[in-house]
């Protein structure tokens, strides 16, 4: 569900924090260097990454390109691969027959089950292809906002960690608890008090 969907999800964030000057070069070249890195062919089974906000499968941060107006746009990409159990459990008996074969033994030790099963997941995981998950993002330097187009624990999860570690600029999600901390400028014992709030019910009709 992106930005352009006639429905969308929003988890809202404030910026912590400034980056070096100036802020255009420094927000390509952190979107540059943790960009999606494509795992076709290889072992990895989960790769996070920046990506286009308009070619999010062929990202390209050159110039102004992840710049609209005033904000930063671009999306966070996770791609996964997902191998079924079942297609794991059969690759496995296949390579166990194959290996009983070779040394004429009824069956193989614990740690020769779980070599196999390793090798098996290994190979899996070059052949099978790994699936996009996009999410846009819409970012506000200058009153250090930001709109996630998810809310999904998972998805939020991820911006949280890379956006920290591209950026190295904490995001606070915002809810009521937080939006009201940050708002209004409590006291140690007011937060205290608001920590201890609990949620209640709206009034029945």
Same mark, same amino acid.
């Given at each position: 569900?992106?930005?352009?969907?006639?429905?969308?999800?929003?988890?809202?964030?404030?910026?912590?924090?400034?980056?070096?000057?100036?802020?255009?070069?420094?927000?390509?070249?952190?979107?540059?260097?943790?960009?999606?890195?494509?795992?076709?062919?290889?072992?990895?089974?989960?790769?996070?990454?920046?990506?286009?906000?308009?070619?999010?499968?062929?990202?390209?941060?050159?110039?102004?390109?992840?710049?609209?107006?005033?904000?930063?746009?671009?999306?966070?990409?996770?791609?996964?691969?997902?191998?079924?159990?079942? &297609? /794991? #459990?059969? %690759?496995?008996?296949?390579?166990?027959? =194959? *290996?009983?074969?070779? +040394?004429?033994?009824? !069956?193989?030790?614990?740690?020769?089950?779980? &070599? /196999? #099963?390793? %090798?098996?997941?290994?190979?899996?995981? =070059? *052949?099978?292809?790994? +699936?996009?998950?996009? !999410?846009?993002?819409?970012?506000?330097?200058?009153?250090?906002?930001?709109?996630?187009?998810?809310?999904?624990?998972?998805?939020?999860?991820?911006?949280?960690?890379?956006?920290?570690?591209?950026?190295?600029?904490?995001?606070?999600?915002?809810?009521?608890?937080?939006?009201?901390?940050?708002?209004?400028?409590?006291?140690?014992?007011?937060?205290?008090?608001?920590?201890?709030?609990?949620?209640?019910?709206?009034?029945?009709?």
């Amino acid at each position: 569900m992106g930005l352009l969907s006639s429905t969308v999800s929003i988890t809202r964030y404030r910026v912590e924090g400034k980056l070096r000057k100036p802020v255009l070069e420094t927000v390509a070249e952190c979107l540059k260097e943790h960009a999606i890195r494509e795992i076709e062919d290889d072992v990895s089974v989960k790769t996070v990454g920046w990506t286009s906000f308009d070619k999010p499968f062929n990202h390209d941060f050159r110039g102004s390109s992840f710049v609209i107006g005033t904000h930063f746009v671009f999306s966070l990409r996770v791609d996964k691969k997902s191998i079924p159990s079942s &297609v /794991v #459990k059969k %690759h496995c008996a296949m390579e166990t027959a =194959r *290996r009983l074969a070779q +040394t004429k033994r009824p !069956y193989l030790s614990r740690d020769e089950k779980r &070599v /196999v #099963k390793e %090798h098996v997941i290994s190979v899996l995981s =070059r *052949r099978i292809p790994a +699936t996009p998950n996009v !999410y846009d993002l819409i970012w506000n330097y200058e009153d250090s906002s930001l709109w996630f187009f998810s809310t999904l624990k998972s998805a939020n999860e991820e911006l949280e960690t890379l956006f920290f570690k591209s950026f190295q600029v904490p995001i606070i999600r915002l809810f009521p608890y937080t939006t009201a901390d940050l708002a209004m400028g409590l006291s140690d014992t007011q937060r205290d008090i608001l920590v201890r709030l609990s949620a209640t019910l709206g009034a029945k009709e």
